[in-house]
């Protein structure tokens, strides 16, 4: 199985901030790639799919980058609904493993 | 509205059976492939395995290969995974979801809660 590996897995910041999580794979998954947010409570959410394409509906201050390994999803200008937790996922090869989630909290 | 519709909140024993649904509504169901994730308690979500309504072709995830059955009835737009017999350990909410323009998950259903004690 291909290996995910997101940091940091908890991420302090304010509300007006702009933050970046990372997630590196164990071999190259090319632009085969997503991130989701998840809610307390909540069934998770598509936010970026195909590493960097914004998911219809979704808020252009998230926006999606990298290939390969390594990956990024940045919040520009956070806002209160933005705190969650978010997961990247492989979708080159089965099983299409998720990351184990970063958790973005308010600092 | 394309939606997901996920059966209710389940416990079980130890040992019994269980087969829990998610039914797609609003658009054509043969067409995208239909996916189950698992979220233990406190813990990440787990790809467990994806199915093809029009010709049931499906993949499973080694890590539940042999312990759950995932099938479909495209008759009824409805998707399904079974255990034969249940342990404590898949204790978890499950969710459904739906494939769309990617093999990501762009649709998802609202989960159902299986407790096994």
């Known amino acids: 199985d291909i290996q995910l590996t997101q940091s940091p897995p908890l991420l302090s910041a304010s509300v007006g901030d702009t933050v970046t999580i990372t997630c590196r794979a164990s071999?190259?998954?090319?632009?085969?790639f997503a991130w989701y947010q998840q809610t307390p409570g909540e069934a998770p959410k598509l936010l970026i799919y195909?590493?960097?394409s914004l998911q219809s509906g979704v808020p252009s201050r998230f926006s999606g980058g990298g290939s390969g390994t390594e990956f990024t999803l940045t919040i520009s200008t956070l806002q209160p609904e933005d705190f969650a937790t978010y997961y990247c996922?492989?979708?080159?090869?089965?099983?299409?493993?998720f990351g184990q989630g970063t958790k973005l909290e308010i600092k | 509205e394309v939606q997901l519709a996920q059966s209710g909140a389940e416990v079980k024993k130890p040992g019994e059976s269980l087969k829990i649904s998610c039914k797609g509504t609003?658009?054509?169901?043969?067409?995208?492939?239909i996916g189950w994730v698992r979220q233990m308690p406190g813990k990440g979500l787990e790809w467990m395995g994806v199915?093809?309504?029009?010709?049931?072709?499906?993949r499973y995830s080694p890590s539940v290969q042999g312990q759950v059955t995932i099938s479909v009835d495209k008759s009824i737009n409805t998707a399904y995974v079974q255990w034969s017999s249940l342990k404590a350990s898949d204790t978890a909410m499950y969710y459904c979801?739906?494939?769309?323009?990617?093999?990501?998950?762009?649709?998802w259903g609202q989960g159902t809660m299986v407790t096994v004690s």
């Open positions: 195909a590493a960097y």
């Open positions: 199915i093809y309504p029009d010709d049931s072709d499906t």
């Open positions: 071999q190259a998954v090319s632009k085969y």
């Open positions: 996922q492989q979708l080159i090869t089965y099983p299409y493993t």
């Open positions: 979801a739906r494939t769309g323009v990617s093999d990501s998950f762009h649709i």
């Open positions: 609003g658009y054509s169901f043969s067409s995208y492939w």
